[in-house]
């Protein structure tokens, strides 16, 4: 399974971007699938994950109001929604499908992984 996420660039702080992630096949539509990200100098950190229907989200804390994640089945694609955006929310963004239909924040939880697309957040 390939992963392809892009939509990252540079935003305005309160400005925002919609990230995008396309799996190789149909197997994203039998799995969840969830967002992550990662600071320059920071560990990994759960973002946001969706199960295979898509009517189970979850969502980290620090952005929980502000990101929406969803999918595509039809597309193989998930999305994440970033709006009001802050200079903290600057990082590499991974997507990645869980091994089950369900999967929460643990980066365990997930096999299979993207390349990551950049988000810059100016002040």
């Known amino acids: 399974v390939q992963l392809q996420a892009f939509g990252g660039g540079l935003a305005q702080a309160g400005g925002s971007l919609r990230l995008s992630c396309i799996t190789s096949?149909?197997?994203?539509?039998?799995?969840?699938m969830g967002w992550f990200r990662q600071a320059p100098g920071k560990e990994r950190e759960f973002v946001a994950t969706i199960s295979w229907s898509g009517t189970s989200t979850q969502y980290a804390d620090s952005v929980k109001g502000r990101f929406t994640i969803f999918r595509d089945n039809a597309k193989n694609t998930v999305y994440l929604q970033m709006n009001s955006l802050k200079p903290e929310d600057a990082a590499v963004y991974y997507c990645?499908?869980?091994?089950?239909?369900?999967?929460?924040?643990?980066?365990?939880?997930?096999?299979?992984w993207g390349q990551g697309t950049e988000v810059t957040v100016s002040s």
């Open positions: 990645a499908v869980a091994r089950g239909s369900y999967a929460g924040s643990d980066y365990k939880s997930y096999n299979y």
């Open positions: 096949r149909r197997t994203g539509s039998n799995n969840a």
